[in-house]
């Protein structure tokens, strides 16, 4: 089973996350077993859970461009209205 990165997981709701550990759970049990027809369809149910939590970490990203790209803009205006100033 292939685990969703620590900064996905983070962003996971309560209900998300203990359903992400339980079929997590399942999963190991299943390659345990060499049952990998089952464990895939597991880690395709874990893959499509994660898909909310993605989409908020991708939307942070863009959120933090924009802060970013603000926080530029302001700088650019202060250095030209220093320069008008002398």
């Known amino acids: 089973m292939r685990h969703c990165s620590v900064q996905v997981r983070a962003l996971l709701t309560r209900d ?3 359903r992400y ?3 997590m759970e399942v999963g190991s ?3 345990d ?3 990998y ?3 895939y369809t597991v ?3 874990v893959d499509i859970l994660i898909l909310p939590a993605i989409e908020r970490l991708k939307e942070k990203g863009r959120d933090r461009d ?3 790209a603000e926080f530029l803009e302001s700088m ?3 250095q030209d209205e220093q320069e008008e100033e002398d």
């Open 43 to 45: 880690q395709k149910e």
């Open 66 to 68: 924009r802060a970013t």
């Open 21 to 23: 550990n339980a079929l």
């Open 33 to 35: 077993q060499n049952r």
């Open 76 to 78: 650019k205006s202060q």
């Open 37 to 39: 027809d089952l464990s």
């Open 29 to 31: 049990f299943l390659e």
């Open 16 to 18: 998300e996350l203990d």
